[in-house]
């Protein structure tokens, strides 16, 4: 198993773009991390999808977790301030839930409630945005969009987690994302 997280008070804020598919999560990563200059962890599963040439079964699903796990534990072992993850565990196992109904290993939801005490801040993407076609992408019609939307908020809710929703286009969602990740480092989440 990897190492776990630092969770002393110097340990960088953990902040994950959250939210379904085509809702921006990988250019606002990148942008928030070049903007404070600070590490961003890449979506495994798109580096996975790659390499399996697009077959992704249910046994795959525990890979995906450990790929998933390293990119946020380097990114973290290289963060000041603040680490950025486009994606995390528990969009992991919505995905698997989605996709692979019964299928998602304990170890997995166990480890993204553990990782997901640690995170400072979520940024709730809405599905806002035009949906980009990618063939790593299941849902592009506006139910299943919804659908998508619905179970990430309801995601956080549950485990009451912080979480602001970012919304616009381009500059706008970028602006807000900023504004509420310079509150979070200030020590405020609202």
């Known amino acids: 198993m990897l ?15 959250f939210g379904t598919e085509s809702t921006g999560k990988t250019t606002l990563a990148q ?4 903007h404070f200059r600070e590490p961003w962890s890449p979506e495994f599963v798109r580096e996975f ?8 079964t249910g046994a795959d699903l525990g890979t995906i977790a450990l790929g998933q796990m390293a990119n946020e534990d380097r990114a973290v072992a290289k963060a000041r301030r603040a680490v950025f993850f486009d994606t995390d565990l528990i969009t992991c196992t ?8 019964g ?11 553990r990782r997901a005490k ?7 993407c809405d599905t806002d945005l035009p949906f980009e076609p990618d063939p790593q992408r299941s849902f592009p019609d506006q139910a299943g969009r919804e659908m998508g939307r619905r179970l990430w908020r ?8 912080p979480f602001v929703e970012v919304r616009g286009q381009a500059e706008a969602r970028t602006r807000s994302a900023i504004e509420a990740v310079e509150r979070c480092l200030a020590g405020s989440n609202r």
Do not use: M, Q, Y
């Open 154 to 161: 309801e995601a956080l809710e549950k485990r009451g987690r």
């Open 103 to 113: 299928e998602c290993p304990p170890w997995v939801r166990e480890e993204a409630e």
């Open 31 to 34: 942008a928030l991390a070049a």
């Open 94 to 101: 919505l995905w698997d839930d989605v996709l692979f109904p």
């Open 3 to 17: 190492a776990s997280p630092s969770t002393s008070a110097t340990a960088p804020r953990r902040i994950v773009v």
């Open 118 to 124: 640690e995170v400072a801040l979520w940024l709730l």
């Open 49 to 56: 999808w790659n390499l399996k040439h697009g077959v992704i």
